[in-house]
């Protein structure tokens, strides 16, 4: 029934590391991009990062040289490995997944950097 779960999400201080993964189901097929976006009450939606079937990587220039997107073909996952996280990083996550017939959306998961 729940065809993107998301994990990796939590409490975190500043400096400090957090690992997200998001595993598609095996029957969403012909996955062109996976990415990583995020939302903070009262902002728009924004791409963090995202992730083409053949290797090409985009990021936010608030994230570039600290988030690094990665994926697994093979198990239908989407990585964001975030480190030096600040408070501004502070938002519900979204993982994202375009196929040839439509896109699918992640329920979201919580970072939070505070110390």
């Known amino acids: 029934q729940v065809q993107l779960v998301e994990s990796g999400g939590g409490l975190v201080q500043p400096g400090g590391s957090l690992r997200l993964s998001c595993a598609a189901s095996?029957?969403?097929?012909?996955?062109?991009?996976m990415g990583w976006y995020r939302q903070t009450p009262g902002k728009q939606r924004e791409l963090v990062a995202v992730?083409?079937?053949?290797?090409?990587?985009n990021y936010a220039d608030s994230v570039k040289g600290r988030f690094t997107i990665s994926r697994d073909n093979a198990k239908n996952t989407v990585y964001l490995q975030m480190n030096s996280l600040k408070p501004e990083d502070t938002s519900v996550y979204y993982c994202?997944?375009?196929?040839?017939?439509?896109?699918?959306w992640g329920k979201g998961t919580l970072v939070t950097v505070s110390s």
């Open positions: 994202n997944v375009v196929t040839a017939v439509r896109g699918y």
């Open positions: 992730i083409t079937s053949g290797g090409s990587t």
């Open positions: 095996r029957n969403i097929l012909r996955i062109y991009d």
